[in-house]
Structures are given as C-alpha cells and as structure tokens.
C-alpha cells in the first residue's frame, strides 16, 4: 500500500506558507487536524495564534503540540482526511527552549512521517537565506532547521518554497511534472 502524500512547505516570514498549506488541505473535503507548535509566549503572539485560527473553518480540529509533535501525528484527530502542522521552525525553537536533542526529535518526527495514515502538510521557514548569525544559539537554532528541511525534502513526496504568496515546486508530486516555463 502506498503512504499518503507528505507535503513540505518552506519560506519566508509573510510569504504565504500557512495560506498554501489550508489551500492544499482544502483539496482533501472532510474532517481535518492542525497541529500548532506555536505558544502564545506574548500578546502579540497570542494575537498572531488567534487570527491563524480565524482562518480554519469548523471542519478543523486543532491539536496543540509544542514538544511532542511526533506523539500528535500519531494521534491525529478522529475522522481527520488531512494533517497541516505549523511550523517546525517554532518546534525546534520550542525543542532547543526546553534543552530537547533535537536530532533524536527529528528521528522521532521522521517515524512518525512513515507511519502516517493521512495526507500530511508540513510548514516551517527557511532561515537560511539570510545573513550568517551572530551569536552562537542562533547559528544553532539556524543549523538544526536547516538540517530538519534536509532529512524532511529527502523523504517528503512534495516541497513547495513560498515566495510573496507564489508557491514554486522545487519537488512536484509524482506525474505533476512540467516543463520549464517560456515566457
């Protein structure tokens, strides 16, 4: 039996990631789960997680999951025909907070993955176009996602790079292959 489609979607703050994810998600009509990896460490982040949800309908159910991501995949939502996570740059803030090893965590994530029994979209930013930092965590935290988007582009059957709201298949689903564009 063939495992359901994983989706990783990468990109810069405001660039549409977390729209193209429900958008993909809406393609699957039915039950959903979000799982949210985000805590509202501040009012403005608790301003930011309130209109995340705005954007969700009823049909999704939200699971908050800011250490144990692997444990919400396995569990996901009952009657749930697709999974959006968002995002795994906050997960492995969250992991390096709680002095995690976030390499076993990515492990764990990847198994997981190879478990799953529905569709799962997956989103987080790339940090790593920007300048070199200059502090020593945050040369970490940027390694460490770096790496997580490696291992997770290796395995996933779909990776989108979001740019001002244009998604751009860097790996397109199998059969969903097209030529270069001509302008």
């Known amino acids: 039996m ?11 703050a405001r660039s549409g990631k977390s729209r193209h994810a429900l958008k993909l998600a809406s393609a699957h009509p039915g039950n959903a789960v979000f799982i949210a990896t985000a805590t509202a460490s501040d009012a403005e982040m608790a301003d930011r997680i309130q209109r995340h949800q705005a954007e969700r309908d009823a049909r999704w159910a939200t699971v908050e ?33 709680a002095d995690r090893d976030i390499p076993a965590a990515a492990l764990d994530l990847q198994d997981a993955l190879a ?22 965590l945050a040369r970490r935290f940027r390694d460490e996602t770096g790496r997580l988007h490696q291992q997770l582009a290796a395995i996933a059957d779909r990776a989108i790079l979001m740019v001002a709201g244009l998604p751009l298949d860097l790996k397109p689903l199998p059969g969903d292959e097209k030529g270069p564009s001509v302008l």
Do not use: K
């Open 2 to 12: 063939t495992a359901p489609p994983l989706t990783l979607i990468l990109g810069g």
């Open 115 to 136: 478990e799953r029994q529905i569709p799962v979209i997956l989103v987080s930013n790339e940090v790593g176009f920007g300048i070199v930092p200059d502090n020593a």
């Open 65 to 97: 999951a800011p250490l144990d991501l692997p444990d919400a995949l396995r569990t996901p939502a009952s009657q749930a025909v697709v999974c959006v996570v968002d995002c795994l740059t906050l997960w492995v803030a969250n992991l390096m907070a």
